[in-house]
């Protein structure tokens, strides 16, 4: 059974549930968000704006399940890039119920398969504040080495922060 499947509209109630009762467990992780953000309608809005970029081919927008098919978290590759560079970056929550339950690691795994076999990349990148350890640790046990340190990255809970770099090559993809 997958894990991931691409988000639809019709996920923006649950996904907005989740949020409502995740926020303060996603606050050190993630940006200063409006209140919209952790609405139904704002969650539509964000779905939307993910499937359009879906639709261009430049973002693989999906939702984690757990095992009964319920929604617990999302999972996107986003800014994929074609070309010589085939590259993206891939980003991740799971709820704070399910956190350390191993649907993180599963749902990465699931989704580098994706982005190597099902679209063709070469490379998927990921980032975590320096300590978010357990990110760390859920991207070590899929494959991926810390290749950097990337100061004042992003601007996470309110202040840019440093992240340290990931990344995973696809295995036997050189080509000469």
Same mark, same amino acid.
């Given at each position: #059974? ?7 509209? *019709? &996920? ?7 949020? /409502?009762?995740?926020? *303060? ?10 209140? &919209?953000?952790?609405?139904?309608? @704002? !969650?539509?809005?964000?779905? *939307?704006? &993910?499937? =359009?970029?879906?639709? !261009? @081919?430049?973002?693989?927008? /999906? ?9 617990? +978290? ?15 970056? #891939? ?10 339950? @191993?649907?993180?690691?599963? %749902?990465?795994? *699931? ?8 679209? @063709?990349?070469?490379?998927?990148? %990921? ?18 080495? =810390?290749?950097? #340190? ?7 809970? +309110?202040?840019? =922060? &440093?992240?340290? #770099?990931? =990344? ?9």
């Amino acid at each position: #059974m997958n894990i991931t499947r691409l988000v639809t509209s *019709e &996920d923006a109630p649950a996904l907005a549930e989740l949020l /409502h009762v995740n926020r *303060e467990f996603l606050a050190p992780w993630d940006p200063i968000r409006s209140g &919209d953000y952790f609405t139904a309608d @704002g !969650q539509h809005a964000v779905i *939307e704006a &993910d499937l =359009q970029q879906h639709e !261009q @081919g430049s973002k693989l927008p /999906h939702v984690i399940l757990d095992d009964s098919g319920r929604v617990i +978290g999302r999972i996107n590759l986003n800014g994929i890039v074609r070309g010589p560079f085939q590259s993206c970056a #891939m980003g991740y929550w799971v709820s704070a119920s399910h956190n350390g339950r @191993g649907f993180a690691t599963k %749902a990465v795994r *699931e989704i580098v398969r994706v982005a190597f076999e099902d679209l @063709g990349l070469h490379r998927v990148q %990921a980032e975590t504040l320096l300590h978010n350890v357990r990110s760390q640790r859920v991207l070590e046990r899929n494959g991926f080495v =810390q290749f950097g #340190m990337a100061p004042e990255y992003l601007n996470i809970a +309110g202040r840019w =922060q &440093d992240h340290a #770099m990931y =990344q995973v090559v696809k295995p036997s993809s050189a080509t000469g």
